[in-house]
């Protein structure tokens, strides 16, 4: 019997769907299905990518044609090694490429982390975004510190410093952004233990502090020598530094290391290290904001290396293979190698396919059999309709904020919904 | 009349658009699409037509496929008689830079000599409407164009 090859995807974030873009055309006649444990698809750039940030999210319109248009098949929902053992998955399909990502935070490490008022940007990221496995964090103001120096931290801090009208034209949800604003978070301090020289901040998203009115921003700790004449990163950032009226407050902090989060029964200040001397910043909230590592509770292997090819026919791309560094334009590079190579497996002569592996029909009948019901694209489609809908004045959607939601909406049978809720 | 439509991009959106538009003109315009990062300047003629579809990446940059092109497309270049239509795909957040990427490539074209069939479109990312709705009524502007001239 000879069958279309079948290529199945865990993952339906942007690693996940660029590998099965560019595998629409590497392997044209290959019948593609992509397996997500969340209910939609669309992992960092639903999820991660901040509400603020629209038109990079709009990089899923690209995606959605995978589905729309492109025949790729979608399962919601399904977790693969949980719900479906990657070991079944690898009997029905020709190829399975793991584009799991990684969703866990960094620890930072030192004394008093886990006391209400220090949350994780990996978690506060995902909760800011209504991922449906986040509930409400402990905000405090006047004072937060975000600690890292990249990219997330700047988004961790606009999110905590943008009120009202300024989140016109994105999904952030009106319910949380009333609770920010009646947490009070006035003064932020991203706090980063390298020099200024360092920083790893795009430019573009340093300037957008300077487009908001009412905020003040300082620096602290940058060196003569490394201030002058800088026109990259720093310059933007010292030019920023200009900025000097505002009820809010925003402050970059250079050569300072974390010590200790100090507070009796919840945070009160971070105790650092700076080359002063000893410091201590009032801080009613922190965010750790220093990377990403594999959650503990993830079913699928890890620690595997780094290669792309972990044996014949099973791959991995993204943050799940090589940890949390690369964009969206990498990803999509990087599903364009992952085609390449399992094109290649696909036609050559030591092809793990013979075409008789059943693909989509064997998962489906998998599914059936043990009871699970999933979200398929048409599913979809109702969500976002529905998340559309439900759209405040001024904003584009409002994210349904849990897996119930999910399952009314759609239709899709909830009634065994608990077994892919949040991880215990 | 023959089209080529060109596609400099970095997250895959202009290239997706690119390929779009390749399937709107009918078979009496020998269309085909390409990537900038596969042609030079000094292989453009003047019995095509390039319709140029190019983001704009991090502060006002280009698009990394698009940045060989542009890089050659330097004083010497002649591209007298060449004529092309720029599609930019823009982020109105970003307001300083909106667009740059595809005015950077429409700058060096008319500085080496070629004629721009109608004037440069940017879609923005942050708006209501699709790029390719946008680029739909755009691409009609530039058949009357061709239609008219060819």
Redesign the interface.
Same mark, same amino acid.
């Given at each position: 019997m000879n069958r279309s090859p079948s290529i199945a995807i865990v993952g339906a974030g942007p690693s996940g769907l660029?590998s099965a @873009?560019a595998l629409l055309r590497a392997a044209p006649g290959a019948s593609i299905d992509v397996i997500e444990a969340l209910p939609v698809p669309f992992g960092l750039l639903r999820y991660g990518v901040a509400a603020?940030? @629209?038109?990079?999210k709009?990089?899923i /319109? @690209?995606l959605e044609?995978l589905f729309e248009r492109d025949g790729v098949g979608f399962f919601g929902a399904v977790e693969i090694g949980r719900t479906i053992a990657l070991s079944d998955l690898r009997a029905d399909y020709d190829i399975v490429v793991l584009a799991a990502g990684l969703s866990g935070d960094r620890r930072l490490g030192i004394p008093g982390e886990d006391l209400a008022g220090v949350v994780a940007s990996g978690r506060l990221t995902r909760w800011l975004n209504d991922h449906p496995d986040e509930g409400d964090p402990e905000l405090a103001g006047p004072c937060a510190v975000v600690v890292g120096a990249g990219n997330v931290a700047l988004d961790v801090a606009r999110m905590l410093l943008k009120r009202g009208a300024e989140f016109d034209?994105s999904d952030f949800s009106p319910r949380k952004a009333a609770l920010i604003a009646a947490a009070g978070v006035e003064n932020v301090t991203i706090l980063a233990r390298g020099s200024a020289r360092e920083v790893r901040f795009?430019?573009?998203l340093l300037?957008?502090f300077g487009r908001l009115a009412d905020l003040s921003i300082s620096v602290e700790g940058v060196r003569t020598e490394d201030a002058d004449g800088d026109s990259g990163v720093l310059g933007t950032l010292l030019s920023l530094a200009q900025q000097r009226d505002g009820s809010r407050h925003l402050c970059f902090r250079f050569e300072t290391v974390p010590v200790a989060f100090a507070g009796e029964s919840r945070l009160g200040s971070l105790e650092c290290t700076a080359p002063a001397g000893p410091i201590t910043l009032p801080a009613q909230m922190a965010v750790t904001a220093i990377g990403f590592q594999s959650a503990a509770t993830g079913a699928l292997p890890r620690n595997l290396g780094d290669h792309m090819e972990i044996e014949a026919g099973l791959y991995r791309v993204g943050w799940y293979r090589h940890g949390p560094r690369g964009t969206?334009?990498t990803a /999509?590079l990087e599903g364009k190698e992952v085609a390449r190579m399992a094109s290649e497996a696909l036609s050559g002569t030591a092809a793990p396919a013979d075409g008789s592996k059943p693909g989509r029909a064997g998962l489906v009948r998998r599914l059936s059999a043990n009871g699970t019901s999933w979200f398929d694209w048409r599913s979809c489609l109702r969500v976002f309709e529905k998340e559309r809908a439900l759209a405040a004045e001024g904003r584009?959607a409002l994210k349904l904020p849990n897996r119930l939601d999910f399952f009314a909406v759609s239709g899709v049978d909830g009634s065994d919904a608990s077994r892919s809720g949040p991880n215990p | 009349m023959n089209v080529l439509i060109l596609h400099g991009t970095?997250? +895959?959106?202009a290239e997706?658009l690119a390929e779009e538009m390749s399937g709107w003109f009918d078979a009496r315009d020998g269309v085909g699409h390409a990537s900038l990062a596969d042609i030079t300047p000094s292989d453009l003629d003047a019995g095509t037509a390039y319709l140029i579809v190019c983001s704009t $990446? +991090? =502060?006002?940059e280009l698009p +990394?496929t698009a940045k060989t092109f542009h890089s050659l497309l330097d004083g010497s270049t002649d591209l007298s008689g060449v004529r092309f239509a720029i599609f930019g795909l823009g =982020? !109105?957040? $970003?307001q =300083?830079?909106f667009g740059l990427g595809s005015k950077l490539i429409e700058d060096a074209m008319i500085t080496a000599g070629a004629q721009a069939l109608v004037s440069r479109h940017v879609h =923005?990312? !942050?708006g !209501?409407d699709?790029?390719e709705d946008a680029a739909r009524i755009w691409i009609e502007t530039v058949k009357d164009r061709l239609h008219a001239t060819s």
């Open positions: 660029f @873009q603020d940030h @629209q038109g990079t709009a990089t /319109r @690209q044609r034209g795009d430019s573009v300037k957008e969206i334009p /999509r584009v | 970095e997250t +895959g959106n997706m $990446y +991090g =502060d006002g +990394g =982020d !109105s957040q $970003y =300083d830079t =923005d990312a !942050s !209501s699709l790029a």
